[in-house]
C-alpha cells in the first residue's frame, strides 16, 4: 500500500502559533520539509491577514519556496478573491476549503455552505484551466463545534458535489472523530471515483487511530504537520494537526510506503522547537525512531 503525505506545517501548523513568523522563517520550513521526501508541502494561506495575520505575507513565502521537481507547492484559498492573489504565483496546487455546517463556515468563512460550494466549483475549474491541480477539503467533516454531531450523509451530498476536484479530503477539524466514523465516510464516498484523503488533528488523541483505519479503507492522502503543531484560529480547543513524523513511524513499521525519510523530518522538528522556543506536541522527535527487528 502506498500512501501521499501532504505536509501543512507551514500552513495549518503555523497559523494557530502566538508567534507570527517572517514568510523568510515559513518558506524555510517549507524548504527544509520538501527535502524529506514528502511529495506535497502546503506553503502558505491567501486569507485575510487581519484575519490570520501568521499568514500575512503569502506571496512573498511562495517566492522564497524553491521550485523542485518532486515536490509540489499547495497553498489554501477560501474564496475567488483568494484564488486570485494565488494564480499571481508560480503555487502547482490549490487547495480550497469550506466547512460542512452552516455555522462554522459562516464564522470561518461569513458566507453559507451553498454559497462556498459554488465557489470552490468555480475554483477548481479556474485552476484546471491554469494547469493547476485543485483539491477540496471539506471542514468539520466528522464534528462541528458551534452544532455538535454531523451526519456523514451531509458530507457525502457536498462531495458528490465535487468530484471534478483532484481530490476530496475529510476534515476532523477539531479532532473529535473515531475510526469507526472514518471507515463509514471513506467507503461512503468509494463510489465517487475520485481520490479520498483525510486532513487529522490528535485533539482528543485519536488522530492516528483514525489514520490507520484510513489506510485500511484504501486512503490516497494523509495530511500531517511536523511536530503536531496547529489548530484552527477559529474553532475552540482545536489543537494540533498528527504529527508528521509519529505518522511516518506508525506507516513504516505498518509496511507502508511514503517514500518520506523520516529521519529528516525528525531534523527539521528539533530546528522547529528551537525556531518556536517551547516544545512540540509531537512525541517521535523527542525519542527517536525504534530499530527494525
Known amino acids: 500500500m502506498d500512501v501521499a503525505i501532504c505536509e501543512v506545517g507551514p500552513r495549518d501548523g503555523l497559523q494557530n502559533e502566538a508567534e507570527v513568523l517572517s514568510p523568510e522563517l515559513r518558506a524555510e520550513l517549507a524548504n527544509r520539509m520538501a527535502r524529506t521526501g514528502v511529495p506535497r508541502v502546503e506553503v502558505a494561506s491567501f ?169 485500511e479503507a484504501g486512503v490516497a492522502v494523509l495530511d500531517a504537520s511536523v511536530g503536531g503543531i496547529g489548530g484552527c484560529p477559529f474553532a475552540p480547543r482545536a489543537t494540533g494537526n498528527i504529527a508528521t513524523e509519529d505518522l511516518l513511524y506508525m506507516l513504516d513499521r505498518e509496511g507502508v510506503d511514503t517514500g518520506v525519510d523520516i529521519d529528516e523530518v525528525i531534523r527539521v522538528a528539533e530546528w522547529l522547537e528551537k525556531i518556536l522556543g517551547r516544545q512540540l506536541t509531537g512525541q517521535l522527535y523527542r525519542v527517536g525512531p525504534f530499530p527494525r527487528p
Open 47 to 215: 486569507v485575510d491577514p487581519k484575519r490570520v495575520p501568521q499568514m500575512a505575507g503569502a506571496e512573498e513565502v511562495l517566492a522564497a519556496v524553491s521550485p523542485r521537481g518532486d515536490v509540489i507547492r499547495a497553498a489554501l484559498v477560501l474564496n475567488e478573491r483568494g484564488y486570485e492573489r494565488l494564480r499571481t504565483t508560480s503555487c502547482e496546487e490549490v487547495h480550497v476549503a469550506f466547512c460542512v455546517t452552516e455555522s462554522f463556515n459562516q464564522r470561518n468563512q461569513g458566507c453559507s455552505v451553498q454559497d462556498s460550494l459554488r465557489q470552490a466549483l468555480t475554483i477548481i475549474a479556474a485552476a484546471h484551466g491554469d494547469g493547476r491541480r485543485a483539491t477540496v477539503t471539506l471542514a468539520a467533516s466528522f464534528g462541528c463545534p458551534f452544532e455538535g454531531s454531523v451526519d456523514p450523509a451531509r458530507v457525502l451530498r457536498l462531495a458528490e458535489q465535487l468530484t471534478d476536484a483532484d481530490e476530496i479530503i475529510f476534515a476532523d477539524t477539531i479532532g473529535v472523530g473515531v475510526p469507526r466514523q472514518v471507515t463509514k465516510l471513506l467507503t461512503g464516498a468509494t463510489h465517487l471515483g475520485t481520490p479520498l484523503g483525510l486532513h487529522l488533528h490528535n485533539t482528543r488523541n485519536t488522530g492516528y487511530a483514525n489514520a490507520y483505519a484510513a489506510v
